[in-house]
């Protein structure tokens, strides 16, 4: 009797498991041509990903797996169709010359998504080299943040790591309805937003 339980449970967890993934698209970053080596700019394929979920009428999920991707500013831009759940189990790092950022004044973007969850992951946006031009007291311009959420309604973001920002690590501007949950930012005592 107990082993029979016990196949009827498995078999109902693995069942509503099934049900579940097969309820939303997924959308994995290197299937779209992003380069897990920390070298080659994955930002178009992060994109057409992004375009991808954001035009899907189902929960779509954008997968970030293992490895290192090099993204340039880059701009995830809304409404979509559904909610959009990031997961991200690798480390998204930033162009080691700040330069290459230019003068945007963010590294990530969101701007008007609705219903967006980011899971896991590191962001690395590889300050040294501004906070260095900063102290140096030459013309920079005037940083990136790492993480920018504008105009944006029912945000999750837990689990996710944020490493040698810029400027500020996370920025959320005319939203509503935030929640950060579990996640951790950190910056060496020479930056300047230590």
Do not use: E
């Not at 967890?13 to 097969?22: D, K, V």
């Not at 897990?36 to 057409?48: E, Y």
């Not at 010359?97 to 945007?104: E, R, T, V, Y």
């Not at 311009?141 to 920002?165: C, D, H, M, Q």
């Amino acid at each position: 009797m107990g082993n029979l339980i016990f196949s009827l449970v498995f078999f109902l967890l693995y069942t509503f498991s099934f049900l579940l993934q097969s309820s939303s698209a997924a959308f994995n970053v290197n299937r779209f041509g992003a380069k897990p080596d920390g070298k080659t700019d994955s930002t178009q394929p992060f994109l057409k990903a992004w375009a991808s979920a954001c035009s899907s009428a189902r929960p779509a999920v954008i997968y970030v797996p293992k490895g290192r991707y090099l993204l340039k500013a880059v701009v995830f831009r809304g409404p979509c169709k559904n909610r959009i759940t990031v997961q991200i189990d690798g480390t998204i790092i930033a162009p080691t010359d700040f330069l290459a950022l230019g003068k945007s004044g963010y590294w990530i973007l969101f701007v008007q998504v609705d219903r967006v969850s980011v899971f896991g992951g590191t962001l690395d946006a590889k300050g040294a080299g501004f906070w260095t031009c900063r102290r140096s007291g030459k013309h920079c311009p005037n940083g990136a943040r790492s993480i920018t959420f504008n105009w944006a309604n029912n945000i999750v973001i837990s689990g996710l790591r944020s490493i040698n920002s810029q400027l500020s690590h996370i920025v959320i501007n005319s939203c509503n309805n935030i929640m950060l949950k579990n996640v951790k930012l950190f910056g060496p005592d020479q930056s300047p937003n230590t």
